[in-house]
T-cell receptor, first 113, second 116 residues
Framework: NAGVMQNPRHLVRRRGQEARLRCSPV?????VYWYRQLPEEGLKFMVY????????ESGMPKERFSAEFPKEGPSILRIQQVVRGDSAAYFC???????????FGPGTRLTVL | DAKTTQPPSMDCAEGRAANLPCNHS???????VYWYRQIHSQGPQYIIH???NNETNEMASLIITEDRKSSTLILPHATLRDTAVYYC?????????????????FGKGTLLTVNP
């Protein structure tokens, strides 16, 4: 059952370090979405990517955050110079088409010390 | 996307049917009703979706009222592992290059607790 895979599952960083979160979509899915869930809150959309293209990054903070989905390999969410407020669970989802249901990965829990 | 209203919490006895309501009175004609759930510390799990007809799969049934202003997710025989937060989401599910139908808007959902 090759669902959405995310790694690492847990990531601890000190303030100012970089965090790289990886997401491998369901095999054959070319649409990837990243969501963030702050403690005690619902999931919030961050970015939508389709192979090599960023379709919508309206939910991403303007600074320090970037995302990519290269032709080969997993999608990467990169957070530079992390701050304590970046501590959250980051979920990746994928779909076979934009309008189809999204399947989520187990998430990466980022803790910034 | 239209907003949804769900009760914050519900209890259900193990083995009984769990009926989770959702109000979406401003739903548009091209918006589907989706249900996801999130078991503690896990990623959201897709359950089911529908437009206007009732739907059933191996996990649950979805009953949508004729006027489409509300729906009910039914777990026919709830188990302890069904304890989770259940999210009702309405979403345009047509290919529309000008819209953002891909964004899932998660509200607070309903915390369903299945008791032994």
């Amino acid at each position: 059952n090759a669902g959405v895979m995310q790694n690492p599952r847990h990531l601890v960083r000190r303030r100012g370090q970089e965090a790289r979160l990886r997401c491998s979509p369901v095999k054959g899915h070319s649409h990837v979405y990243w969501y963030r869930q702050l403690p005690e809150e619902g999931l919030k959309f961050m970015v939508y990517l389709q192979k090599e293209n960023i379709i919508d990054e309206s939910g991403m903070p303007k600074e320090r955050f970037s995302a990519e989905f290269p032709k080969e390999g997993p999608s990467i969410l990169r957070i530079q110079q992390v701050v304590r407020g970046d501590s959250a669970a980051y979920f990746c989802a994928s779909s076979s088409r934009q309008i189809n249901e999204q399947f989520f990965g187990p998430g990466t829990r980022l803790t910034v010390l | 996307d239209a907003k949804t209203t769900q009760p914050p919490s519900m209890d259900c006895a193990e083995g009984r049917a769990a009926n989770l309501p959702c109000n979406h009175s401003t739903i548009s004609g091209n918006e589907y009703v989706y249900w996801y759930r999130q078991i503690h510390s896990q990623g959201p799990q897709y359950i089911i979706h529908g437009l206007k007809n009732n739907e059933t799969n191996e996990m649950a049934s979805l009953i949508i009222t004729e006027d489409r202003k509300s729906s009910t997710l039914i777990l026919p025989h709830a188990t302890l592992r069904d304890t989770a937060v259940y999210y009702c989401i309405v979403r345009v599910a047509t290919q529309d290059s000008g819209g953002s139908n891909y964004k899932l808007t998660f509200g607070k959902g309903t915390l369903l607790t299945v008791n032994p």
